[in-house]
Each structure stands twice: as structure tokens, then as C-alpha cells.
């Protein structure tokens, strides 16, 4: 018995140390070459982080959707999106064409060695991570008609 409650409170403890609840520090390529190192997402406002990739249909679906709010959501909360692709190095050159084509108003990083996917766990996209001072506050995985809404609705409850 003891070594079962040993064990519970083990694995309880060390779930508590490595949950990830602040943005790791790894620094990531713009569409244009600069960089940015993600450890100073430190905002005031709600920050959405979004996984995504060029071949994945759900992604482009969640993001569209998104764009057609974004500015009406970043006008009534102040909420920015950050748009990480995650294409490897082959696909990697379908993204600016994508994001120019699709005239997505975000702030896109390239995640090509999958650095900060794996920093987050992140197993699957879309996942998205919403950001408040610093603080992970909420993450999801995959995408269904009216998800955004749900987004949307953590987003309001934070600047409330």
C-alpha cells in the first residue's frame, strides 16, 4: 500500500514540475528572416499561438475561419495570433505563398525543426495555446466548425 501511495504522489509531483505553463525559450524565423525568440510572448493581451501546416486541411479551415473575426477580436480584446507552421524544410517554401494568398493578418513563425512543437508537446495540429502574461492559460487540439468560438469566449473571460 505504501508504495502504491508513493508512487501516486510521485507521479502526481512530477506532473506538477513538468507541466508546461510558460513558453519555453526558442527562437524561430519569420516569414522574412527575422527572428523571434518565443520566451518574450509576455503580454498584457491574450496571445493565440496556432500550430498548423500547410498540408494539413483542418489547420487552413481553423485559421480562415479565424481571419474573418481577427480584427473585430483584436479590436474588442486586444488578442494578437501567432501562426506556427510547422513544414519541414521541403515544405517549408508553400508557407509564404499560402499566408500571402490567403491574406491572413498574423504574425507567422517557422518552426522547421519542430523545436518548439516538441517543447510544448505538441503531438498534432492544429493545436492551438492561448498566452496571458506570460502564462500558458488554455490549449486544444484539432479542429470542428464553432471551435473558434470557444477560443474566442477564453480570450473574452481573460480581459474581463
Known amino acids: 500500500m505504501r508504495k502504491f501511495l508513493f508512487s501516486v504522489l510521485f507521479i ?15 527562437s524561430l524565423k519569420n516569414m522574412d528572416g527575422s527572428v523571434m525568440n518565443t520566451a ?3 503580454s498584457e493581451k491574450p496571445v493565440i499561438i496556432s500550430f498548423w501546416a500547410t498540408w494539413c486541411v483542418p489547420c487552413i479551415e481553423e485559421l480562415d475561419t479565424i481571419a474573418e473575426e481577427y480584427e473585430d477580436w483584436n479590436e474588442e480584446t486586444g488578442v494578437t495570433l501567432i501562426a506556427v507552421s510547422v513544414d519541414d524544410p521541403r515544405s517549408q517554401s508553400r508557407v509564404k505563398p499560402m499566408v500571402n494568398g490567403k491574406a491572413w493578418d ?13 517543447a510544448l508537446n ?5 493545436h492551438v495555446f492561448i498566452v496571458y502574461k506570460g502564462k500558458i492559460v488554455y490549449n486544444h487540439t484539432g479542429y470542428t466548425e464553432g471551435s473558434e468560438q470557444i477560443l474566442y469566449e477564453k480570450v473574452q473571460e481573460l480581459v474581463e
Open 12 to 26: 502526481s509531483f512530477s506532473a506538477t514540475i513538468f507541466s508546461q505553463n510558460t513558453l519555453p525559450s526558442i
Open 122 to 126: 505538441v503531438s498534432s495540429v492544429p
Open 40 to 42: 518574450t510572448i509576455n
Open 106 to 118: 498574423y504574425t507567422v513563425l517557422l518552426d522547421t525543426k519542430q523545436e518548439l512543437k516538441r
